[in-house]
T-cell receptor, first 116, second 115 residues
């Protein structure tokens, strides 16, 4: 596709509900990242995939957060038993090559999650 | 741990004038990358400019330039001939060359451009 797409763009969940957020990276991009952006803050790293391998998940805030990229393209971020503090914009980014530090990340528009 | 600080929550500039956004960072590493990202109200973040720490020459991209002071750990963004389309949130970001996966962002500066 022309860019990184994410769905849904907006999600309202009741506390305790499970949610799944989807990211479609740019076709052929090897690297994929998830970030969490709280209101008025910069994005915070959650996890990184190189193809289907999750090489870094150090930023996932709890074991309620789980990410996968089973075929090395589309990725899903799942949040179980959502809490109000999970309310944020979740950004996905992809880059063309294996992560080499200065590679350009292309960001999606984000999914705004509101947990009531 | 590395940190990135943007001390200006908001800045304002008159159209066609120049504005400088500040950023400082803290790291014990010598090899790293620094970035400025722009996030317009639609929220799709785009890269504005990038600087490699081993390069002394300041990066420039058209109307955007940086002032990279490695010893002071300072990385400011200068926008010349400001345009209405420059209005956005600007994030300064750091990435280690050794631990390449994680990008650390500052809290951002909201730039207003007045016509």
């Amino acid at each position: 596709g022309a860019g990184v797409s994410q769905s849904p763009r907006y999600k309202v969940a009741k506390r305790g509900q499970d949610v799944a957020l989807r990211c479609d990276p740019i076709s052929g991009h090897v690297s994929l990242f998830w970030y969490q952006q709280a209101l008025g803050q910069g994005p915070e790293f959650l996890t990184y995939f190189q193809n289907e391998a999750q090489l870094d998940k150090s930023g996932l805030p709890s074991d309620r957060f789980f990410a996968e990229r089973p075929e090395g393209s589309v990725s899903t971020l799942k949040i179980q038993r959502t809490q109000q503090e999970d309310s944020a914009v979740y950004l996905c980014a992809s880059s063309r090559m294996e992560w080499g530090g200065q590679e350009t990340q292309y960001f999606g528009p984000g999914t705004r999650l509101l947990v009531l | 741990a590395q940190t990135v600080t943007q001390s200006q929550p908001e800045m304002s500039v008159q159209e066609a004038e120049t504005v400088t956004l500040s950023c400082t960072y803290d790291t014990s590493e010598s090899d790293y990358y620094l970035f400025w990202y722009k996030q317009p109200p639609s929220r799709q973040m785009i890269l504005v400019i990038r600087q490699e720490a081993y390069k002394q020459q300041n990066a420039t991209e058209n109307r955007f330039s940086v002032n990279f002071q490695k010893a002071a750990k300072s990385f400011s963004l200068k926008i010349s001939d400001s345009q209405l389309g420059d209005a956005a949130m600007y994030f300064c970001a750091y990435r280690s060359a050794r631990e390449g996966f994680k990008t650390i962002f500052g809290a951002g500066t909201r730039l207003f451009v007045k016509a």
